[in-house]
Each structure stands twice: as structure tokens, then as C-alpha cells.
């Protein structure tokens, strides 16, 4: 049972003719609660689109979260924005690629999410039409990635030391620790004793203010590849100066909302590395541009995760395939997230913690629409002036 959406005899050309849009929100529980410093996830509530182009399908997912905590963007601002806004301004188009898209729906401010969720679906459905592999369309060189593990802020740090372990087993590159005031210093410290040497993170998500730089600066003790977001979300100017007060490198996530800010950033030393997500930054045109200031910079970058189902998942696995992504990701394997993914063959990492991608026409996942209507909770299909 694999579909693909692609109807072969049906593709004639690879123009990209938007005759409908399907939006969905499909409820997901998580196989373990995932906790940030903003809050604990039990279950994903995703929103999924559909481009329905001359007998092809293409997927995308939205990001956001379930509440605004993140980001302002959640589940019910993606849905109206997408519904009123972004999916009349493609419907009835007809575009020579999804890079296209983009400027379409610029006259909409912000909601990022929800317009990556039609940029990449119209990416999804090129790579489909063109017959090639989404991660060749988007620019990608490399055929194999390399993978981490996000591990969330768990009950008691006997919990944490258990999944690392884990996590260490299955062969994953790079461990990554979320952190707030209280689950810091002394969890890292405990971390370092059992493992004096693996490749470590912290992720903050804007846990801490200025008033803590003497407190941050502990963190140069452990050695840790980065420090990734620890001040305001929306904030540059001042991760740089705490930058010139630390040795271990800040990456910045929340912060990067396009290209522009990603260029501010590194020319204000804000960080020396920074953390892609295609959700966050408004689709994979803008990525890749996020993606070439900063080789250009010399700053790595790593793909970040959002907690996706198996379609954002193969997004990002595509988009990792590009060759300044030279640090291990927050792409996992389907399965420390979901008993059951959306996707066929799930995402699956190798022993060695990496991810090969496949050379089949779109994402080499396929999609698995019947579980994916089992999970459907509402779902609208809009047709050009609908
Ligand atoms: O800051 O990287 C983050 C999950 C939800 C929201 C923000 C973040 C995360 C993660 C999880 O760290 C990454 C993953 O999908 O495994
Ligand atoms: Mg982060």
C-alpha cells in the first residue's frame, strides 16, 4: 500500500497547475512527552496540505505548534491564514515552479508556517511532475546524512541519563539537552561524568535574560558543540554580546526568521552557527538562501526539528542533503516519535546514526492516506474562487 499520488500516463508537462488545495489537522499522540523550557507536548495536533496539480499530489506539513508558545504561530492561526489567505492566492495558478509560490503570498505578514506548508507541498508536487528526487530539486550533494537526538527535559535525571544511553546505542552523532534555570548545570554536570567526550548541545529555547551571563558562562566548562537560542526569541543584538562573553558557540533557532536576520546575525557575531528550519523561516526557497549566507559566512548549519510527522520529516531529510548542513540534525527516526508514522518506508536511521536518501521522483516516502484519514479531525477542499 504505497501511493505516491503520482498518476503517470496523467503528466504531461511540469507546469504546475494549482486546481485544488486540501488542508487537514490530524491529532498524533507522542510515543514519550517532549519537554522545552516553554511547556510539555503529549500529543501533536498537525496540520497537512494538499496540492492537487494535473493528477498530482503534492504534501507539506505546517509546524506549528499546538499552543503559541514557540513561536506566535500554532495550529489555529495556520488554519484561517492558510484558508482565507495563502491558498486563494495560489488556487487557479499556474506556476513554472514552487519557487513561485513565495512571492504570491508575501503581501501576508509573518505566519511563516503556514505558508511553508503550501510553498512545500508545490515542492512536493514539482519533484513528483519533473521525476526527480525532492533533495536534487532543492540544490542537495550529499546522499547520506548524519542524525541527532533532541532529548526533552525528563522527571528525574536518572530518566535523561537512560534515553541518552539509548539514543548512544542506536548510533546517533550528536546529543542534544533542553535546558531551563533549575535543569542546567547540574544535569550537564552529571552528563559529563558518564560521558566525558560524546558531541553535546543545550537548547534554551530563551530560557535565560542578560541578568544570567555569569551563569551562562558556566556552561564553557562542558565542552558543548553550542548553545543553541539562550536568550529572547526574537532577539539578535544581544545574543552577540553575550557571545563575545562565551567560549562555546551560540546557535541561534527562534531568532532566524529569514535570510535578513540570518545576515545580521552573523555580521553581528551573534552566533557562529546556526539552526535551519524550513517551518520557521517561511518555506524552502527561503531556507536554501538562509542556507547559502551562511556558507558564504562560514557558519555551519543543522537541520532543526519540530516534533513532525513523517511528511515534515522527509522535508527535512531533503533539505539536509545540502552542503553546508555539516553538523548532525534534530532528524530523527520515525519511531522515537510515533508507534505509527503517515509515512511508508517510516523514517529510519542507520546504525551508524544516519539517514540515506533515495533517488525516487518527490520525497522516496510515500504517504499513507487511509491511516492519514483515520487521523483527520476536520479536513476542506478549496477550488479556485470557492
Ligand atoms: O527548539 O529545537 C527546538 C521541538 C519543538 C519545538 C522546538 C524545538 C524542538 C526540538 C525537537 O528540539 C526537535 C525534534 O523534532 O526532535
Ligand atoms: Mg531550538
Redesign the pocket.
Known amino acids: 500500500m504505497r501511493k505516491t499520488g503520482l498518476l503517470e500516463d496523467q503528466v504531461s508537462s511540469t507546469l504546475l497547475r494549482v486546481e485544488a488545495i486540501t488542508v487537514r489537522e490530524i491529532r498524533m499522540p507522542l510515543v514519550h512527552f517532549?519537554e522545552?523550557s516553554f511547556g510539555r507536548?503529549y500529543s501533536r495536533r498537525i496540520v497537512l496540505l494538499t496540492v492537487h496539480c494535473d493528477g498530482v499530489d503534492g504534501w507539506a506539513e505546517s509546524v506549528a505548534?499546538e499552543d503559541p508558545y514557540?513561536s506566535s504561530e500554532w495550529t489555529e492561526t495556520a488554519w484561517p491564514v492558510i484558508k482565507q489567505y495563502l491558498a486563494p492566492a495560489v488556487l487557479g495558478q499556474t506556476l513554472n515552479s514552487a519557487r513561485e509560490s513565495a512571492p504570491l503570498m508575501a503581501r501576508v505578514r509573518g505566519h511563516r508556517m503556514a505558508k511553508t506548508a503550501v510553498e512545500n507541498a508545490l515542492w512536493d508536487a514539482e519533484a513528483k511532475l519533473r521525476r526527480q528526487p525532492l533533495w536534487k530539486l532543492l540544490g542537495g550533494k550529499k546522499r547520506e546524512i548524519q542524525c541527532g537526538?533532541?532529548i526533552?527535559i525528563q522527571d528525574s535525571i536518572e530518566q535523561l541519563l537512560e534515553k541518552i544511553e539509548l539514543a548512544l546505542s542506536a548510533g546517533y552523532r550528536r546529543i542534544?539537552l533542553?535546558v531551563k534555570p533549575g535543569w542546567d548545570l547540574k544535569v550537564l554536570d552529571r552528563v559529563r561524568a558518564c560521558w566525558p567526550d560524546i558531541p553535546l548541545s543545550c537548547?534554551a529555547?530563551s530560557a535565560y535574560t542578560l541578568d544570567d551571563v555569569q551563569h551562562i558562562r558556566k556552561f564553557d566548562q562542558f565542552n558543548l558543540l553550542m548553545i543553541?537560542?539562550p536568550l529572547w526569541n526574537d532577539d539578535i543584538y544581544y545574543h552577540a554580546r553575550l557571545q563575545r562573553q562565551l567560549r562555546t558557540a551560540i546557535c541561534l533557532?527562534?531568532s532566524i526568521r529569514h535570510a535578513r536576520d540570518c545576515a545580521a546575525a552573523i555580521e553581528t557575531g551573534a552566533c557562529r552557527i546556526v539552526?535551519i528550519?524550513v517551518g520557521r523561516v517561511g518555506g524552502f526557497t527561503e531556507a536554501k538562501k538562509v542556507h547559502d549566507i551562511c556558507q558564504k559566512g562560514n557558519v555551519p548549519v543543522w537541520c532543526?526539528?519540530?516534533?513532525?510527522s513523517g511528511i515534515g520529516r522527509a522535508h527535512n531529510v531533503a533539505l539536509s542533503t545540502l552542503e553546508n548542513f555539516k553538523l548532525p540534525g534534530?532528524v530523527?527516526a520515525s519511531k522515537?516519535?510515533w508507534k505509527e508514522d503517515i509515512v511508508e518506508p517510516e523514517v529510519e536511521v542507520s546504525p551508524q546514526g544516519t539517514i540515506y536518501v533515495s533517488d525516487e521522483p518527490g520525497t522516496g516516502y510515500g504517504i499513507r492516506e487511509d491511516l492519514i484519514e483515520k487521523l483527520t479531525v476536520r479536513k476542506e477542499t478549496m477550488r479556485p474562487n470557492s
Open positions: 517532549f522545552t507536548t505548534g514557540y537526538v533532541s526533552g542534544k533542553k537548547d529555547n543553541e537560542q533557532d527562534e539552526n528550519k532543526g526539528g519540530m516534533l513532525e534534530d530523527s522515537r516519535y
